[in-house]
């Protein structure tokens, strides 16, 4: 039996090694290539694993330590910096999809438990896509990466309430509506357990254990809270994936949130690599060669409609039609999570054998497409634009005016972006009398330099229209102070466009960059 396992292992870790060898050389992120993997690899292709149950068991600890180390890098300062585009932006999307697609579901003649789940299932994104994707193409920090990222942290906190709903929605729960309240009241419990934990035991503990200078030891104790947590919940009637969430949160409160992660991430990568090799050991390669047609309509439904759902919440916090539109495409998958949960759904009976297929097929095809979908967003957009103006698709928050009866300015500078730098540049800028108008997507950020007696206006600066109405043919200066390379090389082609005497003069992020006249730096300065 341990011959067949490790025979078995040994060919998954080589078949997953050849496959993101090639996705690597495609430039694409690894996890889709685990999930190609266990296709090529599993019953329904090759049929080269013997015992999948077998590597199922080792999966399931790597779904523990995905939310183990999620829990630790989860943090509660972290989602107060972000409060409104997390609890807006996530909670517009997720309540919206759910409904959405569970009506739709109940509307095809599915019964109502059912159609819920799969609106779970539609609802979650994946985090590791859509956080590598973004870093890889520099635009984590960008409005739409910022945006997307508190969409994903939403998500995450929405699967542990997904976790518990499950059992009564199988109906393996008794008690009715009383029962749902005991079963969330004594998970509340457990949190307030745990939190007390987290200020008070764990942090002594961990601070005398760190005093031997052991690595081991250090690692041991570590793993002991996060099982001793998982085991607590579980005695509680929750999750053990519940448990590890919570034990990284124990974690993350302390000093050594950043060092149990390093001790982790090497298992946690080893472990979640299987449970996605075993994901897609499940999906039925006849099922796609039967039903093609119902896969590729169920991707571009989902992708497309959970795009402009998700893009809904950032319009209502102000963000243009373009903006909201890019981060509802990078949320548009369907995520890692949605695969527990359809296990879960799976081994309670809730979901039938076709439904679940179908999902496996969509859901695979989904993180499959993303990749190229957040390559190729800005391109798509441009052509959809030229058909319907996404500020009339999506108003968002509209942008205040120049005053028509003043006198037009003219060499003044124009300041795109008002984060720190571009702060400190108004500042210096308002010290020396020169006159400036600041441009920025950022409702919220707006009304707050506006307060403060700022010349802001809401805008999106790639648009000709906007540099136009704040007068860049007139200008001496446009100053880029953003982090969004591919818009700042939009900006900056629109803007000589407009005036030819806005040669910028760079100041180089990367030597790679060299002087490019598209190159994603912060232009400066117009030749008078």
């Known amino acids: 039996m341990q011959y067949l396992l490790l025979r078995d292992l040994a060919i998954i870790f080589a078949g997953s090694l050849l496959v993101i060898l090639v996705f690597h050389r495609l430039k694409l992120p690894a996890l889709p290539g685990f999930i190609v993997a266990g296709v090529l690899l599993g019953p329904n292709a090759l049929g080269l694993v013997s015992d999948v149950h077998q590597v199922e068991s080792l999966a399931e600890v790597g779904v523990i330590l995905?939310?183990?180390?999620?829990?630790?890098?989860?943090?509660?300062?972290?989602?107060?910096?972000?409060?409104?585009?997390?609890?807006?932006?996530?909670?517009?999307?997720?309540?919206?999809?759910?409904?959405?697609?569970?009506?739709?579901?109940?509307?095809?003649?599915?019964?109502?438990?059912?159609?819920?789940?799969?609106?779970?299932?539609?609802?979650?994104?994946?985090?590791?896509?859509?956080?590598?994707?973004?870093?890889?193409?520099?635009?984590?920090?960008?409005?739409?990466?910022?945006?997307?990222?508190?969409?994903?942290?939403?998500?995450?906190?929405?699967?542990?309430?997904?976790?518990?709903?499950?059992?009564?929605?199988?109906?393996?729960?008794?008690?009715?509506?009383?029962?749902?309240?005991?079963?969330?009241?004594?998970?509340?419990?457990?949190?307030?357990?745990v939190l007390v934990l987290a200020r008070t035991v764990v942090p002594r503990v961990l601070s005398e254990i760190v005093k031997t200078r052991s690595r081991e030891l250090f690692l041991i104790a570590v793993i002991l809270v996060g099982t001793l947590t998982a085991l607590g919940t579980a005695a509680a009637g929750a999750s053990l994936a519940l448990g590890a969430f919570l034990a990284g949160l124990v974690i993350s409160e302390s000093d050594y949130g950043h060092q149990a992660m390093a001790e982790l991430l090497p298992f946690r990568d080893v472990f979640i690599s299987l449970f996605f090799v075993t994901v897609g050991m499940l999906v039925h390669v006849g099922f796609l060669r039967e039903h093609p047609a119902l896969a590729l309509v169920g991707v571009a439904a989902i992708m497309g409609g959970k795009s402009v759902l998700a893009a809904l919440g950032p319009a209502l916090l102000g963000y243009s039609g373009r903006v909201a539109l890019l981060a509802g495409l990078a949320v548009s998958q369907i995520g890692e999570f949605s695969f527990v949960l359809a296990r879960q759904g799976r081994g309670t009976g809730l979901f039938p054998e076709g439904l679940y297929q179908t999902f496996l097929a969509v859901a695979v095809l989904t993180m499959l497409v993303t990749p190229f979908a957040l390559q190729s967003g800005p391109m798509l957009l441009d052509g959809l634009e030229r058909l319907i103006p996404l500020d009339r698709l999506l108003p968002g928050f509209r942008p205040q005016t120049l005053a028509a009866g003043g006198e037009p300015l003219t060499d003044h500078v124009i300041v795109a972006g008002y984060g720190l730098n571009g702060r400190n540049l108004a500042v210096a800028l308002r010290s020396i009398r020169a006159p400036y108008l600041i441009v920025e997507l950022n409702a919220q950020t707006v009304r707050q330099a506006r307060a403060r007696g700022e010349p802001a206006f809401y805008g999106d600066a790639t648009r000709e229209e906007i540099l136009r109405g704040l007068g860049a043919e007139r200008a001496r200066m446009l100053v880029v102070a953003i982090s969004d390379p591919a818009a700042t090389r939009r900006m900056v082609r629109v803007a000589r466009a407009l005036n030819r005497a806005l040669e910028p003069r760079r100041r180089r992020r990367r030597p790679a960059d060299g002087d490019r006249a598209d190159a994603p730096c912060s232009p400066f300065g117009a030749r008078r």
Request: glycine share 16%.
């Open 66 to 193: 995905l939310l183990f180390t999620i829990g630790i890098e989860f943090s509660l300062t972290r989602l107060r910096e972000m409060g409104r585009q997390v609890i807006i932006g996530g909670g517009a999307q997720v309540l919206l999809t759910v409904g959405l697609a569970a009506a739709l579901a109940a509307g095809l003649g599915l019964a109502w438990p059912v159609a819920v789940l799969l609106g779970f299932l539609v609802a979650l994104s994946s985090t590791a896509i859509v956080l590598k994707g973004l870093a890889d193409k520099g635009e984590i920090d960008t409005p739409h990466g910022r945006l997307a990222t508190g969409v994903l942290i939403f998500q995450d906190l929405c699967v542990v309430p997904m976790m518990l709903v499950l059992p009564f929605l199988a109906g393996d729960a008794g008690g009715g509506a009383a029962g749902l309240g005991w079963a969330l009241a004594k998970a509340g419990l457990v949190v307030a357990g």
